[in-house]
């Protein structure tokens, strides 16, 4: 496609755009009495415009019914999660039974990997990225230690070569061929926080079962960003947030994946009583009868205020649908690659995008590092009504996000930069 750096130009794309209307839905920070370019969907989705009434009714149902609210709500809260599960599966291309909403990100990852790292005599290690978010760092290293094992002996990070940003899958795949037998697992952020690299799921997966271990990924910047295939690419499990590209409120409930293959297995897990079987839940019984799929992995009952805020955000994906989604990304992402190129090529290449050029490795976000610019810049950016990310030392990471950001702000992202630079 051939973009230009003009208002007239991106206005003209807007027009064309399918997606146009759903920009409406979503209430979007004001700045100087007008819109911000908000492009940090990827830490804190916008507030659906439906949100708020999705909450009302469970407070409403909540008010007039008390504890009857868990069978005599509008959405009864005893299987409020069931609500959620089409939609979220859809999401991640996953079959309904592979797929729960649940607690928290960092939670599910430990749970699901009391299941799925199960190191035993010389199969223990993990294979991940270098410099993944430090939650899943910090998950990784207690995990493995919580078994008796060191850390610096069993993770094995796969790092950028010297001189690059992202990591080559032959690198991971190689990592994994190394380990062997000694591998117990592969756990990697699918799309990177950082860079913005989208890895090879499909491809790695297979690495892992190749040599015996298990294949897990961290969703947070993948669910809602690009097109996942959960289930066809074999995956053992996956959890994602659903407050970055889900739009679902901050800290509110996340996801989780179970492969169909294990909907049955009797992989040793650590349990409540929402995973029990349903028919016999309120019989209060001892011996745990897990539900069949990803719901017998489930604790709690449903944190209903969050559940709605999801459900809410879900519908609004449901009806866009991610392949639509995921062709006006590319565009989108596209005009804003142009335009930085544009904005750096006047201003001395100051500006590099680290994230891969290649559209099958990216989602929407760039990451750009501003050779000889400061936070000063990026402040710059905030005082114009641009919401960007700033990581120390000089990297500013953009997400355009197709749910809402229009080309006009990717136009108007760029003119301020400009602006930025040229003082
Ligand atoms: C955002 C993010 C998290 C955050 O975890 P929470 O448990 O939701 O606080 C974890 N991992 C990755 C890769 C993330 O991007």
């Known amino acids: 496609m051939n973009y230009e750096n003009t208002l007239a130009f991106a206005q003209q794309l807007d027009a064309a755009d399918p997606l146009k209307e759903f920009r409406q839905q979503f209430l979007i920070p004001q700045h100087d009495g007008r819109d911000t370019v908000y492009f940090t969907g990827n830490s ?50 996953a079959k309904p039974i592979e797929v729960v909403v649940m607690n928290q990100l960092t939670s599910n990852l430990h749970f699901l990997m009391a299941s799925f790292y199960r190191p035993r005599g010389l199969r223990y290690k993990i294979v991940c990225e270098q410099k993944a ?43 994994i061929e190394n380990a062997g037998d000694s591998l117990a697992l592969v756990m990697i952020g699918g ?21 015996g271990a298990f294949a897990g990924w961290d969703l947070a910047h993948a669910a809602g960003n690009v097109q996942l295939k959960l289930h066809e690419w074999n995956v053992d499990f996956a959890a994602w947030c659903s407050y970055k590209y889900l739009n679902s409120g901050p800290g509110s409930v996340a996801g989780a994946f179970v492969h169909e293959r294990h909907a049955h297995s009797n992989l040793p897990r650590l349990a409540g009583w929402w995973g029990h079987d349903k028919t016999v839940r309120f ?58 190129d544009t904005v750096s090529a006047a201003h001395g290449n100051c500006l590099e995008i680290i994230t891969p050029r290649n559209k ?23 005082a114009k009504g641009v919401i960007a990310d700033w990581r120390e030392p000089n990297v500013i990471r953009t997400a355009p996000v197709p749910l809402y950001n229009s080309f006009e702000d990717v136009w108007r992202f760029g003119s301020v930069l400009n602006g930025a630079l040229e003082r």
């Open 283 to 340: 019989k209060m019984e001892k011996g745990f009868v897990p539900i069949p799929g990803a719901e017998g992995w489930q604790l709690s009952n449903a944190p209903v205020l969050s559940m709605a805020a999801h459900k809410a955000s879900l519908e609004i994906f449901a009806r866009a649908g991610m392949p639509a989604l995921c062709a006006k990304s590319e565009k989108l992402t596209g005009y804003l690659e142009f335009i930085i």
């Open 191 to 211: 799309v990177n926080y950082y860079s913005g690299q989208l890895f090879d799921m499909a491809a790695i997966t297979a690495a892992a079962h190749r040599v």
């Open 360 to 382: 099958a490795e990216r989602g929407c976000q760039l990451s750009i590092v501003a050779h000889g610019y400061g936070r000063k810049l990026f402040d710059a950016l905030t």
């Open 44 to 93: 804190l989705g916008l507030q659906p415009r439906t949100t708020r009434d999705a909450i009302l009714q469970e407070l409403d149902d909540w008010a007039k019914f008390g504890v009857e609210g868990h069978f005599e709500a509008r959405n009864p809260w005893f299987s409020y999660h069931e609500l959620l599960t089409e939609n979220a599966a859809a999401l991640v291309g």
């Open 133 to 175: 978010f430090p939650s899943d760092q910090y998950a990784l290293e207690t995990q493995v230690k919580w078994h008796g094992y060191e850390p610096e002996e069993a993770i094995i990070e796969v790092a950028p070569r010297a001189g690059e940003h992202t990591i080559r899958t032959e690198d991971v795949i190689a990592a």
